[in-house]
């Protein structure tokens, strides 16, 4: 599976459900991870909080191409998808392995994939060095064997989207 998670409303054109999953987290009610770990502990890979994240973070897990659509504010993903990122725990178990010598979570059947991040609004050049340090710091959390951080301004997310979705579909 391919999947878009954005942080807003994107007109895309037609593509296969089965193939290429859009989710608007715009649109979803989620709420802050009250960092109880009862993901890990009462009702492990599953969120004790109900709500609409339940439904996404399995998304991620499970893709194998992702394409993350998030305004950059003060060097970080902007609150909903920051929110949302946070959420996904459940996809790691609370134990740690060695990783390139440092330590990591082990991952709760999450598939490898290739990401692209596309980071969006008036964003300076130190705000994208912390930005992209981010992201690599996150890669491996987040399963990616590979990945991409591209900066556009706000006005030339949905064309950025459609060239990636288009590269997908090649």
């Not at 134990?95 to 999450?110: M, S, Y």
């Not at 969006?120 to 994208?128: F, H, L, S, T, V």
Request: proline content about 5%.
């Amino acid at each position: 599976m391919k999947l878009i998670l954005s942080d807003r409303p994107l007109a895309l054109p037609e593509t296969d459900p089965d193939d290429i999953r859009l989710i608007d987290l715009s649109r979803l009610k989620i709420a802050n991870c009250v960092g109880c770990f009862g993901c890990w502990t009462k009702t492990p890979g599953k969120c004790v909080i109900r709500d609409d994240a339940v439904k996404v973070y399995p998304a991620i897990a499970a893709s194998r191409q992702i394409l993350y659509v998030s305004k950059v504010k003060y060097g970080g993903y902007d609150t909903v998808m920051k929110t949302m990122l946070e959420r996904s725990i459940p996809v790691q178990q609370a134990f740690i392995r060695l990783l390139h010598g440092e330590t990591h979570h082990v991952q709760r059947a999450v598939v490898p994939k290739q990401a692209v991040i596309l980071a969006y609004g008036d964003i300076p050049e130190q705000e994208q060095q912390v930005f992209r340090r981010l992201v690599e710091r996150n890669a491996s959390n987040m399963n990616f064997e590979g990945f991409r951080v591209v900066f556009v301004p706000e006005h030339e997310v949905e064309q950025k989207v459609r060239e990636e979705v288009l590269a997908w579909t090649r």
